[in-house]
């Protein structure tokens, strides 16, 4: 099915309750991530990315076995929000372990992130106030998906998000000193009111990250709506390599 034909209650549902089988592993990256079939009675109902814990690579700045939670938490923070440009997700057991489930995105891997950006700028520019906000540390061009039946932006690979540390690394510096919109800042208030009210989906992301990180995250949002201008790259280090 694609990300069309599914509706969200289904996708969550599918991805939480149904089987997982026949998972192959796709070659690229640095963590063991699996292409999956979500199964039903015998039946495949969708295809989901599995992100294991088992297959998360040691990394000197994140603690280890927490990236498929921050997939999840990055879920959760875009629902919150209304964005909804993170696949559903879910954190439950697999073949491998427990992990991130997240449903598969059919796409045309020809299209990324520096053939979208001007067609869709008001969705880029919400995908890159979200990497502010959950201070991204690696968002690469091939991150940003256009579904192929949808025609829907998408942004997949969050793990590594909500260090309390500032990490931002991304290829979206286009919007640099750019007043952001007033329409994703009050809706980055509305988020600090949920937060601050332990209102679902939103409060649910303090049970995913740390408390220093959760803290980290609301003091990032006040930022932006204090400086309310899109951030310039500081450094080289403020862009991935490789691009895509």
């Not at 192959?24 to 109902?45: H, K, M, W």
């Not at 923070?77 to 964005?83: K, N, Q, R, T």
């Not at 640099?176 to 809706?187: R, V």
Request: aromatic share 10%; proline share 8%; net charge negative.
């Amino acid at each position: 099915m694609s990300s069309r034909e599914l509706a969200l209650p289904d996708a969550l549902d599918l991805l939480e309750h149904s089987d997982l089988a026949n998972p192959r592993l796709v070659p690229a990256g640095s963590n063991y991530t699996f292409l999956i079939d979500v199964c039903r009675d015998g039946q495949v109902e969708c295809r989901a990315i599995y992100k294991p814990a088992s297959g998360e690579a040691p990394l000197w700045d994140f603690p280890d076995g927490t990236l498929h939670k921050r997939e999840y938490a990055c879920y959760l923070l875009s629902s919150a929000l209304g964005w909804d440009f993170v696949p559903p997700s879910v954190v439950r057991d697999g073949p491998f372990g427990p992990g991130a489930v997240l449903l598969y995105i059919d796409h045309d891997p020809r299209n990324h992130y520096f053939t979208m950006r001007e067609q869709f700028e008001a969705e880029v520019k919400r995908i890159c106030l979200f990497d502010v906000i959950t201070n991204q540390a690696d968002r690469k061009a091939s991150h940003f998906l256009l579904g192929r039946l949808d025609e829907r932006v998408w942004g997949i690979d969050h793990g590594l998000a909500f260090h309390e540390q500032m990490k931002l690394r991304t290829v979206v510096w286009d919007f640099a000193q750019e007043p952001i919109p007033q329409d994703l800042l009050e809706q980055c208030e509305a988020l600090m009111l949920d937060l601050a009210a332990h209102r679902e989906p939103a409060a649910i992301v303090k049970d995913w990250i740390s408390p220093a990180e959760y803290q980290a995250l609301q003091d990032r949002i006040e930022g932006v709506l204090e400086h309310p201008v899109f951030p310039y790259p500081l450094s080289r280090r403020s862009v991935p390599w490789p691009w895509l």
